[in-house]
């Protein structure tokens, strides 16, 4: 900007003139070569894999994948060699395993997603009876536009509900004790809650079945299912809950019994409310993770194919075990099933993700 | 009259002009572990004073201070010996219920820490909800005006309560706390150098509150600050550790005495600048 000031011409800087507006400048560091190098690394151990596949004569889609990739770094490793230091070519090196493993995971999430999905949409998408009705007196070779999984999804819903019931107060009682009150015997209590969460899904079945079932003499229902589903989830939402509860400042605790408060008021007015997001964050990590569990289910719960909401009296059917029944079946409309009830519970875990993802998000505004 | 009774007559909502009470800190010893960090402080803080401690750091004032609310035993492995007496009544004694006692003495700590799951009315109030006090609706709105009021920060957020108080500027946050802590009516207030994360306006005003303050409060408080020791309070005391020793006070007294007339030649060096 220039200021005549008396005749005499001042430039002031530090105002450029607005005239054009500032673009934001691109800060991506790679360059052409970063870029060149990797693609034709990959172009050139696709060829070399193809012509030794060509004169030996070998097939086989997985070792062709594999060598494929091994060739890659190899040559990858052999382009940066030339006009890049050794640290240049190492980081390089690591990039392309680690995206190679990147790739590896995704597409076998993407494949066991899409196979379920395709296998299960012709029964998916029977609207009108799919989710309305249940199997009763459905012939393993119905076709699809009769019977339902109506009986599996209540019971499920049914399970997961009492699971609920039952692991809230004893994994939120176990995460506080473990964070608020402390000291040796806490310690036992987390290396167990620890093992319990590493525990095979199947031992928390034969739990249930040798301690209810062959002790107290209760018949298979849904109740007793859903106490092995408990018994499977309370130690995830302990754990969960526990760091949860661990990440509430301490200032706070502090603030709250300088002001007269005893130590339960302290935990329940003050602690819990803040840690409010991430305790049900570990709730339903805890529901999603039961929802599709099918070991216990198989030792205690038994299995119906009629609808029945009381969970206890007679066999409940729940997805998961729906699921393994229909798979196993060999009749290629109960098989498509069985793959539609997949699909649900996919979506149904997806929801939940998502939800526990939503209530944990950063809050705004807050410091 | 027996040392509950006397705890209970804090729940009251009394006129804060009738409480007027000093704590005496009596041969005061503590200990993290094995590891002494004071040895046999004694100290009087009396009724309507304002008392600074000055010191470097780790010569164990903030220690000193959590003592004086019972907070120190809070800390596993944490130890002390000596009494500490508030109006005369050993607060250690076996039959004082911790709580009463430390609703009687509330204290305002470094880092401003409103509770995140409240408003700003709600929190402060929260003194009243997390010792089981029961208020009507017309006496709370009350408490928090006139808290918040006495907290020097009522013109700012009367608009506002509902919002949650962690919205607030840093210094508004640590003036709702001392609001928080004022609104259980306590008789003494300790403050744990609640300045040192507050820019200096705010330090400012937390400084006119301390001086609103000083006539119905007992306050004692821990600076880092000299010029904030010589403005705020009328009475100083000085702690300093050794190599290796436990700390202890090196001398107390009148701040105008500490400040330019200092007895002990160690406090004159730390008052003028010379060390720490």
């Known amino acids: 900007m220039t200021v005549v000031n008396e005749g005499v011409e001042l430039t002031v800087t530090g105002n450029p003139p607005t005239a054009t507006p500032d673009v934001p400048r691109a800060l991506a560091t790679r360059s052409f070569d970063d870029r060149a190098s990797w693609m034709s690394a990959m172009a050139g151990a696709l060829g070399i894999v193809w012509i030794a596949y060509q004169i030996t004569g070998w097939s086989g889609r997985l070792g062709f994948t594999l060598l494929w990739f091994v060739v890659y770094l190899a040559l990858y490793a052999a382009i940066s060699r030339a006009g890049n230091p050794r640290p240049v070519v190492f980081d390089r090196l690591a990039a392309a395993t680690v995206a190679g493993g ?6 076998a999430l993407l494949s066991t997603v899409s196979y379920t999905v395709q296998k299960g949409w012709p029964a998916f998408s029977q609207w009108g009876n799919f989710y309305t009705e249940t199997a009763a007196g459905v012939r393993p070779t119905a076709p699809l536009d009769q019977g339902g999984i109506l009986h599996a999804i209540a019971g499920t819903a049914i399970m997961v509900g009492i699971a609920l019931l039952i692991s809230l107060p004893l994994g939120l009682g176990t995460a506080v004790y473990m964070t608020e009150v402390g000291g040796r015997a806490a310690r036992v209590v987390r290396t167990v809650v620890e093992a319990m969460t590493a525990l095979p899904d199947v031992l928390a079945g034969l739990f249930v079945y040798a301690t209810l079932i062959l002790v107290f003499h209760l018949d298979r229902t849904g109740f007793v299912a859903a106490v092995a589903l408990a ?16 990440v509430v400042p301490g200032g706070l605790r502090e603030a709250s019994l300088a002001l007269g408060a005893s130590q339960g008021s302290t935990v329940w007015r003050v602690v819990l409310p803040t840690a409010r997001a991430g305790l049900a964050t570990s709730l339903i990590l805890g529901i999603a993770r039961i929802s599709g569990e099918t070991a216990p289910l198989l030792i205690v719960s038994g299995a119906s194919t009629y609808q029945n909401l009381n969970p206890f009296a007679e066999p409940m059917n729940s997805l998961p075990l729906y699921i393994f029944s229909a798979v196993r079946s060999g009749q290629p409309n109960f098989i498509a099933r069985g793959f539609g009830a997949a699909t649900v519970l996919l979506a149904l875990v997806t929801v939940l993700f998502a939800l526990a993802r939503y209530l944990a998000r950063p809050k705004r505004g807050s410091r | 009259m027996s040392t509950i009774d006397f705890l209970e007559d804090s729940l009251a909502h009394s006129a804060p002009e009738s409480s007027a009470v000093g704590v005496d800190a009596v041969a005061v010893s503590a200990w993290f572990g094995s590891n002494k960090v004071l040895e ?11 008392t600074a401690l000055i010191g470097p750091s780790g010569c164990g004032k903030s220690t000193f201070l959590r003592i004086l609310n019972r907070m120190h035993e809070s800390v596993p492995a944490a130890k002390m010996a000596g009494e500490v007496r508030l109006n005369g009544q050993d607060i250690y004694a076996p039959s004082v219920r911790i709580t009463h006692m430390r609703k009687r003495i509330g204290m305002v700590f470094q880092k401003p820490n409103p509770f995140p799951a409240m408003s700003i009315a709600e929190n402060v109030t929260a003194g009243l909800k997390l010792t089981g006090t029961k208020v009507s609706r017309s006496e709370r709105s009350d408490i928090i005006e006139g808290c918040l009021r006495r907290g020097g920060l009522w013109n700012e957020v009367k608009d506002r309560l509902d919002e949650p108080g962690q919205a607030l500027s840093g210094g508004q946050q640590q003036r709702l706390c001392i609001a928080r802590s004022l609104a259980v009516n306590p008789d003494v207030l300790l403050m744990d150098e609640p300045c040192s994360a507050l820019d200096p306006t705010s330090t400012r005003r937390i400084e006119e509150t301390i001086a609103e303050l000083a006539p119905d409060v007992t306050i004692v408080i821990v600076t880092h600050n000299m010029q904030q020791a010589a403005r705020v309070s009328q009475q100083c005391a000085f702690f300093l550790a050794e190599q290796g020793s436990p700390g202890g006070i090196v001398e107390a007294g009148t701040t105008k005495q500490l400040f330019e007339d200092p007895h002990d030649s160690r406090t004159a060096d730390y008052v003028n600048g010379r060390f720490g």
Do not use: K, Y
Request: charged letters at 15%.
């Open chain 1, 102 to 107: 990147a790739v590896v995971v995704g597409l």
């Open chain 1, 231 to 246: 018994v499977t989830m309370t130690p995830i939402v302990a754990r969960s809950a526990e760091v949860a509860l661990r």
């Open chain 2, 40 to 50: 046999r402080v004694n100290l009087s803080m009396p009724p309507r004073t304002v």
